[in-house]
């Protein structure tokens, strides 16, 4: 926040297909971040776009017996029709088929050429369709492509190469000098392990025409058009005028935040650095890479019918309420699961039941003892000590949501804007201001109102970013029209004499159709046992109370050599990290923990495993040859938290 302009991009997305609530996601974010950015006074960019070319859309639009150019024209609407309906706030939507983008594509190809950064070489090795990427064999695993697992094909073509490299020292030396340029930081980890496990290939960065001729023609060389990842990277500073309108380049490059899907961790930590290096451009200041949305504990996948529709869901719930549940449920960087059920849940209680309800008992009594007028409140309404405190929480949460924006942990400013809500409900129970009006305690009704309304402001404030649509109604409510800065710590700007107007039920509760319960066989039945339970090794509260359960993130994860059963793993636990080893190799790849919140016994007594040090023990459910580790239900704002 401290940076003088805020940019912000989202990956541009495949036009192969319509847009599923991945892309949905990403592009929600940035909207929420921008918009939190603008209304702390930043002045914002706000990039999104789609990427058009490659053998992905090439084979759709195959498919669908269309010409790649239709395919693209055709697929490009959805998103855009998506993005209005969302809300979205996109500075620029960009293209990579249009001619701006092209011609400084072609411009940086044919600079890097010229200086040898790029050269012609034979290229005999593996392919895959797939991930459109080579690959030497020593990469190969079980002969199949690395990164999905998939068949690849024994290829031998001519081709042009990215000295890449040659950056592969330079490359480890920043990330590791700039701790801020990969985050969440296991995923900088993640590429730093890349990087130094591995010797970096240089980059095959055109295809033959002969093979894929849907690409940008190579300004040297036109029996070549350029691999899709190389012309799609360089969308981020194309759209933003290099090249051509250096004082618009300046004013936003390097972008603050590149934000992505994890997915693309390796093309944006090493492609993307790399090609900026030879540029002679500065690197964008964050990459961020969130976690995916799963379908409960599933990936979304075409092929198992679970991929989420966004319009089906702001169909049904609406623009508002769908944004706030991504935010809310996603923990940045940890993969979140996506169940209608959840939805609901959240729904009901967060919206409908806590912010809903609040704003119309505001209004309702407004009406009821102030003629919808909004009342004069003297200088001493935040002297009572009730008022005071819930004056207290609603300024944590503008803090607590500040904090949140600088540390992308906008899940954790939401439960801080939430708690305000409530705090605002419980104020309500305490004056009881129907006992008050029934008592002829005029002014005290006014405060009480006062008060609630104030607060409701600043709440729907913190909250617009995520709910534009919603919240605008809630304030237009008050005679108020969009948020500024400058009034989120100010107490009294809903002005005495304002006409409160209606906005009626801003979020409806969702009413659940019970689930049928299956009858039970009585047969199968047991009996309630009337006889005491029997418990073996029995033990005190006291006992329980000595042993300090911790839930903890699982930062790092690796193999402990020489022991097939074990794991080396670095966890942080609150602001503490720590280093544990677990007996859970067979059940858990190092992949499949990093970002999860275990729960660990804390005062364990740190021990020498296998001649490495463990500070303490992880805890599993195990029957049989199964093992499950043990989470918790739903995210918590940090680790390091008391289990009891
Ligand atoms: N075109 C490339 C990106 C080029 S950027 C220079 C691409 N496109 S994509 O259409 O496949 O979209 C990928 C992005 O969509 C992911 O990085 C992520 O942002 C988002 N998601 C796709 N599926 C997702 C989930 N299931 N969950 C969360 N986001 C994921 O890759």
Redesign the pocket.
């Known amino acids: 926040m401290a940076d003088k302009n805020y940019y912000v991009t989202t990956?541009?997305?495949?036009v192969n297909d319509k847009p599923h609530i991945?892309?949905a996601?990403?592009t929600i974010l940035a909207d929420v971040l921008a918009n939190y950015h603008r209304l702390l006074g930043t002045p914002t960019y706000f990039l999104t776009g789609t990427?058009e070319h490659g053998q992905k859309v090439q084979q759709a639009a195959d498919k669908n017996g269309l010409t790649p150019q239709q395919q693209c024209d055709q697929t490009v609407v959805r998103f855009q029709e998506l993005w209005k309906r969302l809300e979205i706030t996109n500075d620029d939507f960009i293209r990579t088929t249009e001619e701006r983008h092209k011609v400084i594509v072609q411009e940086v190809l044919q600079d890097l050429y010229d200086r040898d950064e790029i050269y012609r070489a034979e290229y005999e090795g593996w392919y895959c369709v797939g991930c459109e990427r080579f690959f030497a064999e020593k990469d190969l695993v079980d002969g199949n492509c690395p990164e999905c697992g998939r068949k690849v094909d024994a290829i031998v073509e001519t081709n042009y190469f990215f000295r890449m490299s040659k950056y592969q020292d330079w490359l480890i030396e920043y990330i590791e000098t700039h701790p801020e340029f990969i985050q969440p930081d296991f995923r900088a980890n993640e590429t730093l392990g890349f990087l130094k496990t591995k010797t970096l290939q240089d980059l095959c960065i055109s295809r033959p025409k002969a093979r894929l001729a849907w690409g940008i023609e190579l300004p040297f060389d036109k029996d070549f058009v350029t691999y899709v990842w190389f012309d799609?990277?360089l969308?981020y500073i194309t759209a933003i005028g290099y090249k051509r309108d250096d004082e618009k380049f300046e004013k936003w490059w390097p972008a603050t935040h590149q934000l992505?899907?994890k997915?693309?961790l390796t093309t944006h930590t090493v492609y993307w650095p790399t090609m900026l290096k030879a540029m002679n451009v500065p690197l964008p200041k964050t990459v961020f890479a969130h976690g995916?949305?799963l379908t409960g504990r599933t990936k979304?996948s075409k092929s198992l019918g679970n991929v989420v529709n966004p319009m089906e869901m702001v169909d049904r719930y609406g623009v508002d309420a769908f944004r706030y549940f991504l935010i809310a449920e996603m923990t940045l960087g940890q993969d979140a699961s996506f169940t209608e059920e959840a939805f609901i849940r959240r729904y009901n209680s967060d919206l409908a039941n806590d912010l809903g309800n609040l704003m119309s008992r505001t209004v309702n009594m407004l009406g009821r003892y102030c003629d919808s007028i909004f009342p004069t409140i003297g200088k001493n309404a935040l002297d009572g000590a009730p008022e005071k405190e819930l004056w207290d929480t609603v300024q944590q949460a503008v803090i607590e949501m500040e904090k949140a924006i600088d540390t992308m942990c906008l899940n954790g400013g939401l439960t801080a804007v939430l708690t305000a809500v409530r705090k605002v409900n419980q104020y309500f129970e305490i004056k009881q201001p129907w006992t008050q009006a029934k008592e002829g305690k005029t002014e005290e009704v006014g405060i009480t109102l006062a008060l609630a309304a104030e607060s409701l402001r600043v709440c729907a404030a913190l909250l617009y970013p995520v709910m534009p649509e919603k919240m605008s109604a809630l304030r237009t409510a008050f005679g108020l029209g969009k948020p500024e800065l400058n009034q989120l710590r100010t107490f009294g700007v809903i002005k005495a004499g304002t006409p409160i107007g209606n906005p009626g039920i801003l979020f409806p509760r969702v009413e659940v159709e019970k689930v049928e319960e299956k009858p039970v066989s009585k047969k199968k039945e047991k009996p309630v046992s009337t006889e005491p339970v029997k418990i073996e090794g029995v033990i005190t509260y006291d006992d329980v109370m000595n042993v300090k359960l911790r839930t903890a993130k699982v930062l790092e994860a690796e193999k402990v050599e020489g022991a097939d059963k074990l794991l080396k793993l670095q966890i942080e636990v609150g602001e503490e990290k720590r280093q544990l080893i677990a007996g859970i190799a067979l059940h858990y790849t190092p992949e499949q923990l990093i970002g999860k919140t275990i729960v660990i016994v804390a005062n364990l007594k740190p021990a020498k495993i296998r001649g490495v040090e463990s500070q303490g023990m992880l805890l599993c459910a195990s029957i049989g040859d199964q093992l499950k580790l043990i989470t918790v239900d739903g995210e918590l704002p940090a680790s390091g938290a008391v289990v009891k």
């Open positions: 990956p541009i997305y495949y991945g892309h996601y990403t990427d799609a990277l969308n992505i899907g997915d693309i995916w949305w979304m």
